[in-house]
């Protein structure tokens, strides 16, 4: 036998190393790793055949047997790890604890309610990676993993763009480090990777539709395209980013209010509604559309203070400011209210109530009143009510009424409602008995032909800083306003993540336990357990 056939399993090895790099390297030319693959099955093939029988001696010795025994256990013994790392994968099996303070190697149960929606939708989500950076998809690929160990049926794959340029221009990928998030038709981008953000891009995919947001116009409210502070650019921003389709409406020109609004938002008016206008708002009310109202102090507007308070709720005439004499008055200045009890029920606020030292910042505030006997029979809560650093003055109208020296006698201490909801059934019977004539006979006939009552939400905040462009700069604000949103629309699956303070703990040691530590550690565990293996020997020798 020539020990020149001793190269061939050599020869077998080396191209098969060389089948699986030019495999994973050149994806597009498998014919090349096909060919390194035959080549390594021939080569192993043929060596088989000719030295069969020095193979079969080699294996009849004593020795040999030995060492396929030991090698066969080897074999085993990796089988098994392997077998342990793949189920340790498997969400059955894959168990972690997170010991961090804020909990940030752990899921929201607002993102784990997203899972289990994406895993009953039986439709998985497309994630396409587009990375430069190696710290960037490394933090993506943390984030990401936290949804893959909870389940969540994903299909993620990484490009390079430089590497392959065309499928980042199919994509539209403008910026460097950005995930694509696709599902069915719709789409989400991502260019920050907090689980926060990954959870609303999720969100957005979700959605079948796109809603459509109006907000009023025609009586002095914030310009929605404007970039002062009073501005609303920035929140019509997000809420496009959103997936909402955001449209001003001047009721005054239409007449009407679309049959497309989803939603409708009066926010900072400074003049109140005419008579015209309150008729559709009630009637659009009573077809349980829901609608949000953020007027600021000093803003008298009784006509739309009429329709709020056929839901429950009212805006008063006074001023919410920091208590005088206060030090924070420097800092925040006098005319901003803050926000900081929470109802912990409600989903929009919940969030907000469970971390302790949250506040939302809204200058030029009122109060907000609370009816339980309204028209609409709804249920009117106050969702958050002000520090109790803050004073309310009182029989504020106008601007006229805070000029001069403003007597102690006017100021009252307290905790107020700054932002209220109110819900309740409206529609269908309730309707009915509630009007009267040929109103009520319209409706009864509607209900024979199968209508029901429905759901309406009302939102009243008193202060349109809360989304203001100088408002949603406190992302809290932002947060506050985006979850009174999806509650309104009834998408409280939808609601704001807020970030986790990955507040860093560290256990600080004094000089003298960091020594004992180190002595423990270098020369009492050694001899305890040179002890104690010394002992059990000398036991056995004497026995």
Known sequence: MRSGLLLLPFISV???????????????????????????????????????????????????????????????????ALGVGYLSKRERFNKSIDVTRAGVNTLSDES?????????????????????????????????????????????????????????????????????????????????????????????????????????????????DGQDEAGYQLAKKELESERFVV??????????????????????????????????????LREARPLMVLVDALVQVPLLNDVLASTGMRLNDDLLVIQPGDPRIKLLGQNNAIVTEFDPMSTITADFAKRSGVALLTPFSRSIGLVSDNPL???????????????????????????????????????FDVFAVANGQVGGDKLASSDGGDQKTADLKADAAGKSAKELRVFVGGSSHLASNGGVQRQENFDFFMNAINYLLQDEDFISIRAKDETKSQLDLTSATSQFLLLGMTWIYPFIFLGAGTFYWLRRRSA
């Open 247 to 284: 449209k001003t409406l001047n009721l005054f020109e239409t007449g009407k209010i679309p049959e497309d609004a989803d939603l409708l938002i009066i926010a900072g008016p400074k003049y109140d509604i005419r008579a015209e206008e309150k008729v559709l708002l009630e009637a659009y």
């Open 14 to 80: 080396f191209t098969l190393i060389l089948a699986i790099a030019t495999g994973r390297t050149y994806k597009e030319i498998p014919l090349v790793s096909i060919v390194f693959y035959v080549v390594a099955g021939l080569s192993l093939s043929f060596w088989l055949w000719k030295d069969s029988v020095r193979l079969g001696g080699f294996f009849h010795r004593k020795g040999a047997r030995h060492g396929i025994s030991q090698g066969l256990s080897v074999v085993l013994a990796i089988l098994l």
């Open 112 to 224: 784990l309610k997203l899972i289990r929606q994406l895993n009953e939708s039986k439709e998985p989500v497309q994630v396409l990676g587009f990375f430069q950076s190696e710290e960037k998809k490394a933090e993506f690929r943390k984030t990401i993993a936290l949804y893959q160990m909870k389940g969540a049926p994903l299909s993620i794959e990484y490009v390079d763009p430089q590497t392959d340029p065309t499928r980042a221009m199919a994509e539209n990928i403008t910026l460097a480090d950005t995930v694509l998030l696709k599902r069915g038709r719709q789409e989400a981008r991502l260019t920050a990777f907090s689980e926060e953000k990954v959870t609303n891009a999720f969100v957005r995919v979700m959605k079948e539709k796109d809603k459509t947001i109006y907000f009023l116009s025609g009586h002095g409210e914030a310009d929605l």
């Open 377 to 415: 029979k709804l249920k009117p809560l106050a969702l958050a009510k002000s520090s109790n650093i803050i004073v309310k003055i009182a029989g504020v109208k106008t601007v006229a009424d805070v000029k001069g020296e403003i007597g102690p006698d006017r100021f009252t201490s307290g905790i």
